[in-house]
């Protein structure tokens, strides 16, 4: 039987998540202070944790939230498949509901199940899917690494989260996501549970 540990941890804080701007995939954005400072907190509760390995997206946001666990010397893999979903021409924009109708009309097409619809320009949650899978599959066929530290990006953790737990993608918005927020999933011999959701404990200690 396959059995595995699999810490998923969303980025820390950038400006454009400050400031409420589309990210995606075409935004490869560095950590703000206030992201540094999460990283801090996260590493300071968990880096004693026996990881196998550190895996991220190719984002450099991804990379920079693991730096001290990179540091101990934890093997890492950066993997495109992780990555966020590409939001096309909405990227680098501000979100309001005034002003980016356009936005929230495509995420309401989702949670009525037009999954496969897509942002001009961008991807749709089933292209996600297509990409991720391999990258996932990676991660799960390596069966010496029970213990695994996943980071990535928020719309990216919801997708994942619906493939992983046989959710449909329209109910994706049911997985809450904050800045280094953790989700940790328990994997056995294909099956998975949810130990913690959306937990940020950590972030309050600090």
Same mark, same amino acid.
């Given at each position: 039987?396959?059995?595995?540990?699999?810490?998923?941890?969303?980025? $820390?804080?950038?400006?454009? *998540? @400050?400031?409420?701007?589309?990210?995606?995939?075409?935004? &490869? !954005? !560095?950590? *703000?202070a206030q992201g540094q400072a999460q990283a801090r907190a996260?590493?300071?509760?968990? $880096?004693?944790?026996?990881? &196998?390995?550190?895996?991220?997206?190719?984002?450099? %946001?991804?990379?920079?939230? #693991?730096?001290?666990?990179?540091?101990?010397?934890?093997?890492?893999? !950066?993997?495109?498949?992780?990555?966020?979903?590409?939001?096309?021409? %909405?990227?680098?924009?501000?979100?309001?509901? %005034?002003?980016?109708?356009?936005?929230?009309?495509? @995420?309401?097409?989702?949670?009525?199940?037009?999954?496969?619809?897509?942002?001009?320009? $961008?991807?749709?949650?089933?292209?996600?899917?297509?990409?991720?899978?391999?990258? #996932? &599959?990676?991660?799960?066929a390596q069966t010496h690494e029970q213990r695994v530290l #996943?980071?990535?990006? $928020?719309?990216?953790?919801?997708?994942?989260?619906?493939?992983?737990? *046989?959710?449909p993608l329209k109910s994706m918005d049911m997985f809450e996501?904050? *800045?280094?927020?953790?989700?940790? @999933? &328990?994997?056995?011999?294909?099956?998975?549970?949810?130990?913690?959701?959306?937990?940020?404990?950590?972030?309050?200690?600090?």
């Open positions: 039987m396959s059995s595995k540990k699999i810490y998923v941890i969303r980025h $820390g804080q950038t400006d454009y *998540n @400050l400031k409420n701007i589309v990210q995606g995939s075409g935004i &490869d !954005s !560095s950590l *703000n996260f590493f300071e509760m968990y $880096g004693q944790m026996p990881f &196998d390995k550190v895996y991220t997206s190719a984002l450099k %946001r991804t990379r920079e939230t #693991v730096r001290s666990f990179i540091e101990l010397g934890i093997p890492t893999e !950066s993997l495109t498949g992780l990555n966020e979903i590409s939001w096309g021409i %909405r990227e680098g924009t501000e979100i309001s509901l %005034r002003e980016d109708a356009y936005y929230h009309y495509m @995420l309401k097409q989702w949670q009525l199940g037009k999954t496969s619809l897509r942002i001009e320009g $961008g991807e749709s949650p089933e292209d996600v899917i297509l990409r991720m899978k391999p990258a #996932v &599959d990676h991660i799960l #996943v980071c990535m990006h $928020g719309r990216a953790i919801r997708i994942m989260l619906c493939m992983l737990l *046989n959710y996501h904050e *800045n280094l927020c953790l989700y940790l @999933l &328990d994997y056995n011999n294909s099956f998975f549970t949810v130990d913690r959701y959306n937990d940020v404990s950590h972030l309050r200690l600090s």
